[in-house]
Every structure is written in structure tokens, then in C-alpha cells.
């Protein structure tokens, strides 16, 4: 889903305002970019990556509800959150899958690491 922001210059006494709350439409956008980014980062296995932008995504985030809020662009806000949610479902699914392969991938060395022992200790009483 693509979801379009408010845009264009503000002008005039009122400017400040509303250049506030495209400021946070403009960080909320960023936000479902970086969560989008941190899936492909995701899907490539660049955990390193994925945490990274994971720390701009808390800071946007914070920024972007840190002021007061237009109750009129409730609806807009709404449906960006259940985008980035909805991503970031996929994004714990994929962690899980990687955890649960990291955890496979160590009893595997440790299984190895036992047999070489193992080989290791008959062939030195051989």
C-alpha cells in the first residue's frame, strides 16, 4: 500500500503550523521507508544493517509524536501505523526464522566440535 503525504510550500501566518504537521506526515513517511529497508536488509541478512536503521526509525518515531497532533490527519496517521506494523510483523517473522537458524547452525558446530573430539581422542589411543 502507498500512502500519500500532504506536500507543497507553506506560506503566510499560519505557515509554522502546518509546516509541523507535514513535518511529522514527512517523518512518519520516513519511517515506513526505513521499516520497508529494514525488511530488505531483513531478507539479505544484514542484521548489523536492520539494526542500525532500526535506531533512526525509534528517533523519527519519537520525533514524530512528540508534539501536538491534527486530530484531521487522524485517518492519514492511522493507516501509516498499520503499515509500518504490518511490516514490522514480517520483520519479527524473519528475525524468528534467523534465530531459530543461528540456534540450528550452533548445535551443529557443537555436535561437530563433540565428534572431532571424540575421532581426536580414539586416534591418539590407536
Wanted: glycine fraction near 6%; charged fraction near 25%; aromatic fraction near 4%.
Amino acid at each position: 500500500m502507498i500512502l500519500s503525504f500532504p506536500g507543497g510550500q507553506a506560506q503566510g501566518p499560519a505557515a509554522g503550523a502546518r509546516d509541523e504537521k507535514l513535518s511529522q506526515c514527512r517523518r512518519l513517511a520516513h519511517v515506513l521507508t526505513l521499516t520497508r529497508d529494514m525488511l530488505a536488509l531483513a531478507d539479505a541478512g544484514d542484521w548489523d544493517a536492520v539494526a542500525s536503521l532500526e535506531q533512526a526509525r525509534r528517533e523519527d518515531l519519537s520525533a514524530c509524536f512528540s508534539g501536538t497532533q491534527d486530530p484531521g490527519q487522524a485517518e492519514l496517521v492511522a493507516e501509516a501505523l498499520a503499515a509500518i506494523l504490518h511490516l514490522n510483523e514480517e520483520l519479527m517473522a524473519r528475525l524468528t526464522a534467523a534465530r531459530e537458524l543461528a540456534l540450528e547452525q550452533g548445535v551443529a558446530q557443537a555436535r561437530t566440535r563433540a565428534a572431532l573430539s571424540h575421532y581426536e581422542s580414539v586416534k591418539s589411543h590407536s
